[in-house]
């Protein structure tokens, strides 16, 4: 948990750097391809590594630079997840098998590339998004940088470890059950999970019903924000169209003391989970500091009620029956995948149409609590990260039991489609990252990340970093 000689850099030093003259894009792509080679091996970050496009990308962004252009994200290099189209490349999401190249790139990846960033390859995930690790045939282990024989999380664990090993400074995830918070939590990183349309899903109208977002992974509250604005809008048709915010730099939306419900009640999901004590201590500590900040704290819970589970996992199952449909027939899945699709083919053509209509009623309900408060803080996990290899050889109902075990908060926030943040809050006795998340109603992506960096200003978290054993 000690800090290397040399700190990683954060996003935000980069662009100074390349704005003062002081480092070329191409020197920034090269010592990033560099560390992802060297990382391989043994972290294994990357599904794909974009060397020979990123170095032209880097080139073209010193040319802008030199001919005075500017823009949010010049030069930098980021990463994305697997399961977003990238020109040319296979997006296998995680699958083992032949998928055909992307014929165009995923919206979110052409407005990185409008806003400069240079794409320097595509992070692992589990197989199709649907677990809290990152495993599996086709690519093997991604271990976590704080420790070398724990699981970074998932489904955005690549993502998670590329930044937290300073491979890259911020990456795209996303998230239809906490696929961005809880690898964030587990990594000792912020990881934003905006609001349903915030960031594009395109060429999807809509991701796995509606509960699946792209979210972003970073070190530190201002990059999170700034690379959230710049990938932020969408062409999804009609269905997802929230009002424009802007969250970078993060700040000036807390006016005033504002009342935050803590929150340690899980949601029903048919299978018990039990609060880490080391967690629960965590989040008291966090609730302890913004008392200290001077806002109004009160233990309350939100009105999950029975039904959302079904709901979502209607949503969910039937959104990865059409995920496997569009890999296509060259791959071989997971016997869990396989049972999940049978799941999402029954539940598609009997409880999905209600699943959706219930939204609403759902949100009103759950909403209740924000009548009398402005935000939530909940634990992201309910354990630490487990083991790299704790998931293998389980069935469905093993891995399930397992998977809400360790994660059983973070999924209804994706039913509703609500933004939630989660911010790093300390280490337990053995050293693992422990997270919490703070929790809002629609639209508060600008309260949310200017309150996760009032934390950040007086917890100090991003000088943070885990011993390189990677290299």
Not at 228 to 253: S, W
Not at 306 to 324: C, E, P
Request: aromatic content about 6%.
């Amino acid at each position: 948990m000690s800090k290397p000689a040399v700190g990683f850099p954060t996003l935000t030093e980069q662009l100074y750097r390349l704005a003062g003259g002081e480092v070329t894009s191409v020197e920034l792509v090269r010592a990033a391809l560099d560390r992802i080679e060297a990382s391989q091996p043994t972290l294994n970050a990357f599904k794909v590594v974009l060397t020979e496009s990123a170095l032209a990308a880097a080139t073209a962004a010193d040319r802008r630079r030199a001919a005075g252009q500017d823009a949010p994200l010049l030069g930098v290099p980021i990463a994305v997840k697997d399961d977003v189209d990238v020109a040319g490349v296979p997006t296998a999401f995680g699958s083992q098998g032949y998928v055909p190249p992307a014929g165009a790139d995923a919206e979110v990846v052409r407005r990185l590339r409008e806003a400069g960033a240079v794409i320097v390859g595509k992070t692992n995930t589990c197989e199709l998004g649907q677990w809290p690790f990152t495993s599996g045939p086709g690519f093997g282990y991604t271990r976590n940088p704080w420790s070398r024989d724990r699981t970074p999380g998932g489904s955005s664990g690549g993502s998670a470890a590329a930044v937290a090993a300073g491979l890259v400074t911020a990456a795209i995830g996303s998230d239809g059950a906490g696929s961005v918070r809880i690898p964030a939590a587990w990594t000792h990183l912020v990881g934003i999970k905006p609001q349903r349309g915030r960031i594009s899903t395109w060429p999807l109208p809509e991701s796995f019903n509606g509960i699946t977002v792209h979210g972003v992974l970073a070190r530190t509250v201002a990059d999170a924000a700034l690379v959230l604005d710049a990938v932020a809008g969408n062409v999804d048709a009609e269905l997802h169209k929230p009002p424009p915010v802007t969250v970078y730099p993060p700040g000036g939306t807390v006016s005033g003391a504002l009342r935050v419900a803590v929150s340690t009640r899980f949601p029903f999901t048919g299978f018990r989970a039990r609060l880490h004590p080391e967690i629960r201590a965590a989040v008291e500590s966090t609730a302890a500091q913004l008392g200290r900040l001077g806002h109004g704290v009160v233990a309350a819970n939100p009105d999950y009620g029975l039904r959302a589970s079904w709901n979502f996992l209607a949503r969910s199952t039937a959104g990865v029956m059409d995920a496997a449909y569009r890999l296509g027939d060259g791959v071989t899945l997971d016997p869990r995948t396989e049972a999940n699709i049978k799941m999402g083919r029954l539940l598609s053509e009997t409880v999905l149409r209600r699943a959706r209509k219930r939204e609403a009623a759902t949100r009103r309900r759950i909403g209740m609590i924000f009548r009398s408060v402005d935000v939530i803080l909940a634990p992201t996990t309910a354990q630490p990260p487990p083991r790299v290899d704790a998931f293998d050889g389980l069935g469905g109902t093993r891995t399930d039991r397992m998977m809400i075990g360790a994660c059983p908060v973070t999924w209804p926030w994706n039913l509703l489609g609500w933004p939630s943040v989660n911010i790093p809050a300390g280490f337990t006795s053995d050293g693992l990252p422990i997270g919490v998340q703070l929790m809002g109603p629609a639209n508060s992506e600008p309260l949310l990340i200017s309150l996760a960096a009032e934390l950040e200003a007086v917890s100090g978290w991003a000088g943070e970093q885990p011993d390189i054993w990677w290299e």
